[in-house]
Antibody, heavy 118, light 108 residues
Framework: QVQLLQSGPEVKKPGASVKVSCRAS????????ISWVRQAPGQGLEWMGWITVYNGHTNYAQNLQGRVTVTTDTSASTAYMELRSLRSDDTAVYFC???????????WGQGTLVTVSS | SSELTQPPSVSVSPGQTARITCSAD??????FYWYQQKAGQAPVVVIIKDSERPSGIPERFSGSSSGTTVTLTISGVQAEDEADYYCQSADSSGSYRVFGGGTKLTVL
């Protein structure tokens, strides 16, 4: 069965960087795009960006351009999301999600809580 | 970029029909998707391609579209349907994804 397993919670200071991983299993990793979606406490879902795994092409939300980078290690079937210059309002649960072929985000990771606090 | 507007909350009694709307500021010419998110859990897709139900989603969930508004309808609402619901689409180029602000469905 398809699974996306994310790395554990992180606590970072303002100005630092965080890198969250998402290990995929149960399907051919390069055949689907992976998106990252975050959710601040008590708030809605915010799409951050995606990567087309087979060629590494990326697109990022305009408000995060320059601070976020999504990469993959196809040998490990793992996607990564790095967010730099962290601020307190980056405190959120970060999800990775597989995008099916015209099926929306059909599988999600369990979420990773990133807390930014001095 | 496209913006999707949802009502913050909808309340219905068990057995009634809940309708949650999602209005686009401009028709993105892309499909819409609906997600259910229960407290402390990852979202689950309940409607794909505007109106199709993925396997395993109960028949009481349906989707429709008219003009620049899409609607998620839950017929015969059950207590277990209490959750936050999000619509999602893409910009006209298909390069970016966007979520609506979310609607909290309360089952009275």
């Amino acid at each position: 069965q398809v699974q996306l397993l994310q790395s554990g919670p992180e606590v970072k200071k303002p100005g630092a960087s965080v890198k969250v991983s998402c290990r995929a299993s149960g399907y051919t990793f390069i055949s689907h795009t992976i998106s990252w979606v975050r959710q601040a406490p008590g708030q809605g879902l915010e799409w951050m960006g995606w990567i087309t795994v087979y060629n590494g092409h990326t697109n990022y939300a305009q408000n995060l351009q320059g601070r976020v980078t999504v990469t993959t290690d196809t040998s490990a079937s793992t996607a990564y999301m790095e967010l730099r210059s962290l601020r307190s309002d980056d405190t959120a649960v970060y999800f990775c999600a597989r995008e099916g072929h015209i099926r929306g985000f059909d599988y999600w990771g369990q979420g990773t809580l990133v807390t930014v606090s001095s | 970029s496209s913006e999707l507007t949802q009502p913050p909350s909808v309340s219905v009694s068990p057995g009634q029909t809940a309708r949650i709307t999602c209005s686009a500021d401009a028709l993105p010419k892309q499909y819409f998707y609906w997600y259910q998110q229960k407290a402390g859990q990852a979202p689950v897709v309940v409607i794909i391609k505007d109106s199709e139900r993925p396997s395993g989603i109960p028949e009481r969930f349906s989707g429709s579209s008219s003009g620049t508004t899409v609607t998620l309808t839950i017929s015969g609402v059950q207590a277990e349907d209490e959750a936050d619901y999000y619509c999602q689409s893409a910009d006209s180029s298909g390069s970016y994804r966007v979520f609506g602000g979310g609607t909290k469905l309360t089952v009275l």
